[in-house]
C-alpha cells in the first residue's frame, strides 16, 4: 500500500490533492477475526470548491461466503462530497452476493445527524452464507440518526420472475424468501421491533432486545415449520431470566425430516423415521452464570403416540411404538428430577417402563445422574405371563465430554427379575464404562462390563423355549446361574456361563407306578467366549440318571464401522 499528498499549509484548502493505493490487501492480516481478502483498488481525494470531493474504488479476487471466513463483495466504488460541514454519499456500487448493491447518504456535521438508504438486485444468500440454499432476492434498506439512536428497515424479497439456481452443498429447505428487519440501534443494545424470516417451509417472527455487551436477551418468537410450531416468550441474563416456551409436533414424520436437513443435528434424527404427535411445555427462572446451574425448570412432555423406525427405512411395523408417554422436568440444572412412564410396544412385546431419576450439569460438559427407581414389566402376546425387571437400589451415572472424546461411567448395580412361574432372580453388575475418542475414520470406541445372574429356576428356562416343563415331564428344584466379562474396542472379549449352582432334575419313571426319580445332575454348563472374531459356544451335561451330552459350536463375527455383527455367510 501507498500513501502520496500535496500539501499547501497556508492555503485555505491545505491538501491539495491526496492518493492512496494498495494491493493483496489481507484483511485477516492485520485483524485475525476478519475474513480473508485480496484487495487492490485505490482512493482519491480533491478540493471542490470549499469542500471535499473524494472517490474509492477496490476489487476483492478472494470474494467468498461470510461461513467460509470470507468477504462476500467481489468490487466496490463510491463517491463522497464533504462541503460546509455536511457530508454526502452521491453514489456507491457494489457486486457482491451474486448480485448489485446501490445507495447514497448524508451526514451533517454539526447535528450529528445522517441517513441512508439503499436497494439491492439479485443478491444469492448462499454466496453469503454457503450453509443456505440458492435464491435471487432484491431488497430495499434505509437507516438514519434519531434522538433515541439508529433506526433502521430492511426488507428482502424474491427476484420477480427468477428461479433459484441449486447449491448442491446447500441446507436443503433453507432458502431464504422474505426477511423483514425493522428496529433501533442504541449502543449496545439492538432493538428488533419487528421480525421476519421465512423459507418455503417454515416462518419466524417476532420481537427480540439483544444487549451486545451483557448479552441479555428479551423477545417474544414464534417459529412454524413443517409439523410443527414453536412459541417463546420471556428473557435470559447472566444473573437472572424468565420465561416460557411451547412445543407442538402435530406430525413428527414431517418435522424430523425438515429437522435432519440442518447442520448439527444429531445422527438419530437423519437416519432413524419417526411418527406421532407430542407437546412440550416449560418454564425456566434464572440466569446463565455458572453455565446455567441455577436456572430453574420445569417442564413436561405429553405424547399420545409416537413410532419410531429402524436406520434402513424398510420395515412395515415401526421397530418400537411408544404410547401415553408422561415424563415431567423439574429443578435446577445441577439437581433436575425426572419422572417418566410409557407404554412400549416391539413385535409380540408389550411393556410399561416408569423410571425416577435425578440429574445435574456439574461442570461443562460433565453430567451425573441417579436412577432411584426403574421398572420394566414386559409381555410376549405369543408366551404366557408377565415379566417384571425392577431396580433394587440406586446407580449413579455420569458422563463427560472434552472436545471429541466422551465417555460414560455407571456405578454397580443390581436388578431383580421375576417371572410368571415362581422364583424371582437376581442381577448384579459392577462397575460398568463406554468412551469414545476421535472422529471419523479416526474414531475408537471402548466399552466394559461384568456381572453375575443367580437364582434362574429351570421353568424359565423351559418357558423361554416355549414349552411348559410337566409337558416335557420334568420336574425339580435345579436353579442357575452365571456370570459374563465383556469388553470391546479393536477386538472383541466375551466369556458368559450359564450353569447349574443347585438342585436336581426329577423324571418321570417309564413304570407310572413308581412316580419320579432323581436325575442326579452333576453338571450343567453352556460357556460362550470369542477369539479375534471367532464365536465359539460350549455345552455339557452329566448326570447319574439322566445321560451325558456335549456340543461345541463355532461362528465368526465381523466389525464395521465400530460394530460387531453376524455375517449372512458365516456358518
Given at each position: 500500500a501507498s500513501v502520496t499528498a500535496h500539501l499547501r499549509p497556508w492555503q485555505a484548502q491545505p491538501v491539495e490533492q491526496a492518493q492512496a493505493q494498495w494491493q493483496a490487501l489481507d484483511l485477516a492480516a492485520l485483524w485475525p477475526q476478519a475474513p480473508q481478502t485480496l484487495l487492490t483498488g485505490n482512493a482519491t481525494v480533491a478540493p471542490a470548491g470549499t469542500g471535499w470531493r473524494a472517490q474509492v474504488k477496490l476489487s476483492n479476487a478472494l470474494a467468498g461466503p461470510w461461513d467460509k471466513r470470507h468477504l462476500p463483495v467481489n468490487d466496490l466504488s463510491a463517491q463522497v462530497i464533504a462541503l460546509d460541514g455536511r457530508w454526502a454519499i452521491e453514489s456507491l456500487q457494489a457486486s457482491g452476493g451474486g448480485g448489485?448493491?446501490?445507495?447514497?447518504?448524508?451526514?451533517?456535521?454539526?447535528?450529528?445527524?445522517?441517513?441512508?438508504?439503499?436497494?439491492?438486485?439479485?443478491?444469492?444468500?448462499?454466496a453469503i452464507d454457503s450453509r443456505l440454499e440458492s435464491a435471487s432476492l432484491d431488497g430495499q434498506f434505509a437507516a438514519k440518526q434519531t434522538s433515541a439512536g439508529i433506526a433502521f428497515d430492511v426488507q428482502m424479497q424474491p427476484t420477480a420472475g427468477k428461479a433459484p439456481s441449486m447449491n448442491p452443498g446447500a441446507v436443503y429447505g433453507l432458502r431464504l424468501k422474505t426477511l423483514l428487519a425493522?428496529?433501533?440501534?442504541?449502543?449496545?443494545?439492538?432493538e428488533l421491533s419487528a421480525l421476519e424470516i421465512q423459507t418455503p417451509e417454515a416462518k419466524l417472527q417476532g420481537q427480540i432486545t439483544f444487549d451486545t455487551v451483557s448479552q441479555a436477551t428479551e423477545g417474544k418468537l414464534a417459529l412454524t415449520l413443517p409439523g410443527a410450531q414453536v412459541s417463546i416468550n420471556g428473557q435470559m441474563a447472566s444473573t437472572k431470566g424468565s420465561g416460557d416456551i411451547n412445543l407442538r409436533v402435530n406430525d413428527a414424520a414431517q418435522s424430523t425430516r425438515w429437522l435432519a436437513r440442518l447442520p448439527g443435528v444429531p445422527a438419530f434424527l437423519t437416519k432413524t423415521p419417526i411418527k406421532g404427535d407430542a407437546e412440550i411445555t416449560g418454564q425456566w427462572q434464572g440466569g446463565w452464570q455458572r453455565q446455567g446451574q441455577d436456572i430453574?425448570?420445569?417442564?413436561?412432555?405429553?405424547?399420545?403416540?409416537?413410532?419410531?423406525?429402524?436406520?434402513?427405512?424398510?420395515?412395515?411395523?415401526?421397530?418400537?411404538?411408544?404410547r401415553d408417554i408422561q415424563a415431567d422436568l423439574s429443578g435446577a440444572m445441577r439437581a433436575l428430577t425426572l419422572n417418566l412412564q410409557t407404554r412400549a410396544e416391539s413385535g409380540t412385546l408389550t411393556g410399561n417402563l416408569k423410571v425416577q431419576a435425578k440429574a445435574g450439569q456439574v461442570g461443562e460438559g460433565n453430567w451425573q445422574a441417579q436412577f432411584n427407581a426403574a421398572q420394566l414389566s414386559v409381555q410376549d402376546t405369543g408366551r404366557p405371563g408377565i415379566w417384571t425387571l425392577q431396580l433394587t437400589d440406586p446407580v449413579n451415572a455420569e458422563w463427560k465430554q472434552r472436545g471429541a472424546s466422551q465417555s460414560v461411567t455407571a456405578s454397580a448395580g443390581t436388578l431383580r427379575l421375576s417371572g410368571p412361574v415362581?422364583?424371582?432372580?437376581?442381577v448384579k453388575w459392577t462397575p460398568a464404562s463406554w468412551s469414545q475418542q476421535g472422529a471419523g475414520a479416526t474414531q475408537r470406541t471402548t466399552w466394559k462390563s461384568q456381572g453375575s445372574v443367580q437364582d434362574v429356576p429351570l421353568a424359565w428356562l423351559a418357558l423361554m423355549g416355549r414349552a411348559q416343563m410337566n409337558n416335557l415331564g420334568l420336574r425339580g428344584d435345579l436353579m442357575f446361574g452365571g456370570q459374563w466379562d465383556a469388553a470391546g474396542g479393536e477386538t472383541l472379549r466375551l466369556r458368559a456361563t450359564l450353569e447349574r449352582t443347585s438342585g436336581d432334575l426329577q423324571l418321570l419313571a417309564d413304570n407310572a407306578q413308581a412316580g419320579t426319580l432323581s436325575a442326579g445332575v452333576r453338571d450343567a454348563r453352556l460357556v460362550i467366549t470369542t477369539e479375534g472374531d471367532k464365536l465359539s459356544a460350549s455345552l455339557r451335561w452329566d448326570s447319574e440318571r439322566a445321560g451325558q451330552a456335549q456340543a461345541d459350536v463355532s461362528t465368526r463375527l465381523r466389525q464395521f464401522n465400530g460394530a460387531w455383527s453376524w455375517p449372512q455367510d458365516a456358518p
Open positions: 448489485r448493491i446501490t445507495g447514497q447518504g448524508k451526514f451533517v456535521g454539526a447535528t450529528a445527524n445522517w441517513q441512508g438508504s439503499g436497494s439491492a438486485t439479485n443478491i444469492n444468500p448462499a425493522k428496529g433501533l440501534w442504541r449502543q449496545p443494545i439492538l430453574q425448570i420445569n417442564a413436561t412432555l405429553r405424547a399420545r403416540q409416537l413410532d419410531i423406525g429402524t436406520p434402513d427405512q424398510t420395515a412395515k411395523e415401526p421397530a418400537w411404538r411408544l415362581p422364583g424371582a432372580a437376581t
